[in-house]
Structures are given as C-alpha cells and as structure tokens.
C-alpha cells in the first residue's frame, strides 16, 4: 500500500494557510469584500480551520485514512482533495457515478488540450499517439513556431500520473504555447521555463522535456533535451542496414538541479531518416516476468525495423510492447511522436 506523503502534504497546506492569513492581515476592508462577493469572513475563517485540521492530521499521519476501512485512500485521490476519506471502491453509486462525470470531463478536457490534428511541415511525415496510464495523466506533445517560423516539436514527460500531474502538464502546454513563439533556440525556451517550473509547489517531482526546431530546407534539428528519454536518429546506412543514434541530455530536468543550464544539441536528418521521441511508458513496460521493455529493446526494433511510414512505425511498436508486456497494464503514460523527413 502507497502511504501519502505526509510531509509534503503538511508543507503545502500550511503554506496555503499562510497566505490565506497573509492576505487577511494585509488587505484592506473593501478589498476583502470583493473578493468575498457574497459571503461573510467568517467563511474564510472556516476555511482556515480546515487547514489547521489538515496540518495536525498530515503531521500525525492521520490524513486520509478511510472511515469505512482504516486504511489510507489513494493517494491520488487525497492529491486532489485533503479532505478526502473514503476510499474510491467504498463511495456510493451516486457518488462515483458524480466522480466518473468530473473524471470524464478532465479527460475530455485533457484531450482538447493536445494537438487535434497533425501539421503540415513540407519536407516532413509525421505522426503521434499518446495514451495515459489512468483517466488522465502527465504526457504532453505539442507542435509549435519558434520566432523565425521554423517548426517546433515538443515531447514531455510530468513525473507522476493522474490528475495533478496533467494539471502540471496544462500549465506547461500553454506556458509553451507563450514563450516558444518568441524565442530563437530549444535551449532559451528551457531555461525559461526552468526559471518558471523549478520552485513551483506543485511540482511534486520534475518535468523532463525534449524541444527540437526543424530547418525545412537543409535538415538540421537543433534540440535541447532537459533530462528526457533520448530520442532516437534512425539513419538508413548505405549497406541497407540502419544506425540507431541517441539524442542524450543537454541538461537536467526541471524541477530536479539549481541553477540549471541547458546545452543545444544539433543532428542532420537525410532524407528518409527518422526521428523518434517517445516517454516512459515504451521503455517502462513491464511484462509478467517484471522486465522493463527498456531502451535496448526499443533500440532494437528500430534497427531491424522494415516499415514505411511513421504511423506504420507507432502502430508496429505498440503492437511490439503489447506482445512484450502480454496482459499486463501499462503503469505509465505513452506517448510516441515520428517524424520522418521526406524523400526529394
């Protein structure tokens, strides 16, 4: 069983209580009244006991323990309210038929938050799937301009699953969505968006990232990867063979070092050549002998790989890992995105 994080749980909810009584102290009747709209202090000052509560429960590891079984509730379920205490299998049958709606609508939300339909890069095939683990989950794929008009792609990778991680991952699609149209370089974004990321309370655990900007004329990718899954160069050889070349990291990812700096990588794509980003999900797969699909594995099926396009490419190693992992559940989001550069 998956115990809570007690005290990081405790921190974040005093925090919270801190700045609520900050902002009693420090504003100003009226201004207070209007924020409160309708509603007198006092429901503030409930609202404050109810952190007081949840502190001294997280500090004595009291929280989220089930009324009905004595046990701790997910923790997830707990991420997305302290106040939780009922198992998920114990709720009612209106209750979970209510938490499956606002399920639902997060995921449909989540879906509407990726890119609907791929672009149109002349010189370049592409294709994408992604798939969380749960309802929702913390991949993201996104298709961006960087300043000049080049194209962009844009892998991540929000440590964690469920609803705070894609909430995380929201925040970071539409911070993209921002900065990448004026910067110049895959490593200006990610030192900015470090700047931003990196202490903020909700990042639990780090984000790892991989933005690559694509010259449509003479096939030069320069990328900056901050702690990803190497992305993977498949060149054909002369020989009819293929090389299968990483992309390592040029930084750490966000959210996991100080003062992080970010390298930029630069790779030629020849025409027919491939590049192929993908998260945890591919290499994590685990089979019922709990072996991780893992990168050699990956690296593999992309060598002897005899297929054409890059949507045949996603649907043959999806279907390889679904053959590794036999009938077991993926444990984590999957996303793979190709990109193949065109033959003249």
Same mark, same amino acid.
């Given at each position: 069983?998956?115990?809570?994080?007690?005290?990081? &749980?405790?921190?974040?909810?005093?925090?919270?209580?801190?700045?609520?009584?900050?902002?009693?102290?420090?504003?100003?009747?009226? +201004?207070?009244?209007?924020?409160?709209?309708?509603?007198?202090?006092?429901?503030?000052?409930?609202? /404050?006991?109810?952190?007081?509560?949840?502190?001294? +429960?997280?500090?004595? +590891?009291?929280?989220? $323990?089930?009324?009905?079984?004595?046990?701790?509730?997910?923790?997830?379920?707990?991420?997305?309210?302290?106040?939780?205490?009922?198992?998920?299998?114990? /709720?009612?049958?209106?209750?979970?038929?209510?938490?499956?709606?606002?399920?639902?609508?997060?995921?449909?939300?989540?879906?509407?938050?990726?890119?609907?339909? /791929? =672009?149109?890069?002349?010189?370049?095939?592409?294709?994408? &799937?992604?798939?969380?683990?749960?309802?929702?989950?913390?991949?993201?794929?996104?298709?961006?301009?960087?300043?000049?008009?080049?194209?962009?792609?844009?892998?991540?990778?929000?440590?964690?699953?469920?609803?705070?991680?894609?909430?995380?991952?929201?925040?970071?699609?539409a911070y993209l969505r921002v900065i990448v149209p004026e910067s110049d370089s895959p490593g200006q974004v990610l030192v900015r968006a470090n /700047?931003?990321?990196?202490?903020?309370?909700?990042?639990?655990?780090?984000?790892?990232?991989?933005?690559?900007?694509?010259?449509?004329?003479?096939?030069?990718?320069?990328?900056?990867?901050?702690?990803?899954?190497?992305?993977?160069?498949?060149?054909?050889?002369?020989?009819?063979?293929?090389?299968?070349?990483?992309? =390592?990291?040029?930084?750490?990812?966000? @959210?996991?070092?100080?003062?992080?700096?970010?390298?930029?990588?630069? $790779?030629?794509?020849?025409?027919?050549?491939?590049?192929?980003?993908?998260?945890?999900?591919?290499?994590?797969?685990?089979?019922?002998? +709990?072996?991780? &699909? @893992?990168?050699?594995?990956?690296?593999?099926?992309?060598?002897?790989?005899?297929?054409?396009?890059?949507?045949?490419?996603?649907?043959?190693?999806?279907?390889?890992?679904?053959?590794?992992?036999?009938?077991? =559940?993926?444990?984590?989001?999957t996303t793979i995105l190709v990109c193949r550069r065109s033959w003249k």
């Open positions: 069983m998956e115990l809570p994080n007690f005290g990081r &749980f405790a921190e974040v909810l005093k925090e919270q209580q801190d700045n609520v009584v900050g902002w009693l102290r420090n504003t100003p009747r009226e +201004k207070r009244a209007v924020r409160l709209g309708d509603r007198p202090e006092e429901a503030v000052n409930e609202h /404050l006991r109810v952190l007081e509560q949840g502190i001294r +429960k997280a500090e004595s +590891k009291e929280l989220g $323990v089930c009324t009905v079984c004595n046990e701790y509730v997910e923790p997830h379920w707990l991420e997305t309210n302290f106040t939780n205490c009922v198992c998920l299998e114990h /709720l009612t049958g209106e209750e979970r038929s209510r938490l499956e709606a606002e399920l639902e609508l997060s995921q449909k939300v989540q879906k509407a938050l990726l890119p609907q339909s /791929l =672009p149109d890069i002349p010189g370049w095939e592409l294709a994408a &799937f992604s798939q969380p683990a749960s309802i929702v989950g913390g991949d993201y794929f996104d298709f961006l301009r960087f300043r000049d008009g080049a194209p962009g792609l844009v892998i991540a990778d929000v440590m964690g699953k469920g609803m705070p991680a894609s909430m995380l991952m929201a925040s970071l699609q /700047l931003l990321f990196h202490h903020n309370i909700q990042l639990t655990k780090f984000v790892s990232l991989v933005i690559a900007q694509l010259d449509q004329v003479t096939g030069t990718v320069v990328y900056a990867n901050a702690g990803h899954n190497p992305p993977f160069v498949v060149r054909r050889k002369t020989n009819g063979t293929r090389e299968v070349i990483p992309l =390592p990291p040029t930084g750490a990812a966000i @959210g996991l070092v100080e003062n992080a700096s970010f390298q930029i990588g630069t $790779v030629h794509i020849a025409h027919g050549d491939m590049l192929v980003f993908y998260t945890d999900g591919i290499v994590e797969a685990t089979n019922p002998a +709990k072996e991780e &699909f @893992g990168e050699a594995r990956l690296r593999t099926f992309l060598a002897d790989y005899s297929g054409g396009s890059p949507a045949e490419v996603i649907r043959d190693l999806r279907g390889n890992v679904k053959q590794f992992v036999s009938d077991q =559940p993926l444990s984590d989001d």
